[in-house]
């Protein structure tokens, strides 16, 4: 299963970025997609998760400056990404993850999010 994420880039520190995801449609059901972010020389963590019956959280460091959606019938997940500051700066992967049966976990490729200060 191919996941396809796009719209990072390089944004002065407080600018904004949108990240998407897609993904088949087929997969959604009783999961629930998320975004990770690595940084060099740390482990992957984190961002924010959504499950498909819409329900969020998002990690401490990010609460009132991200925010993830999601477009069931599209097959399409987003990160709002405002107030960014050189801390953001990291791959970021989207990631679609079901624990019940049949469980799965499929990953994005990544996309580079870079923030100036």
Same mark, same amino acid.
């Given at each position: ?6 719209? #990072? #880039?390089?944004?002065? =520190? *407080?600018?904004? @970025?949108? @990240?998407?995801? $897609?993904?088949?449609?087929? +997969?959604?059901? *009783? $999961? !629930?997609?998320?975004?990770? %972010?690595? =940084? ?7 961002? $924010? ?6 329900? &969020?959280?998002? =990690?401490?460091?990010?609460? #009132?400056?991200?925010? +993830?959606? =999601?477009?069931? &019938?599209? *097959? ?21 993850? %079901? !624990? +019940? /049966? ?8 990544? /996309?580079?999010? !870079?923030?100036? &200060?």
């Amino acid at each position: 299963v191919q996941l396809q994420a796009s719209g #990072g #880039g390089l944004v002065q =520190a *407080g600018g904004s @970025l949108r @990240l998407s995801c $897609a993904f088949p449609k087929s +997969i959604i059901g *009783g $999961a !629930t997609m998320g975004w990770y %972010r690595q =940084a060099p020389g740390k482990e992957r963590e984190l961002v $924010a998760r959504i499950t498909s019956g819409g329900t &969020s959280d998002v =990690a401490a460091s990010v609460k #009132g400056r991200f925010t +993830i959606s =999601a477009d069931n &019938s599209k *097959g399409m997940v987003f990160l709002l990404m405002n107030s960014l500051v050189p801390e953001d700066t990291a791959i970021y992967y989207c990631n679609v993850k %079901r !624990t +019940i /049966t049949p469980t799965y976990t499929f990953w994005g490729r990544g /996309t580079q999010v !870079t923030v100036s &200060s």
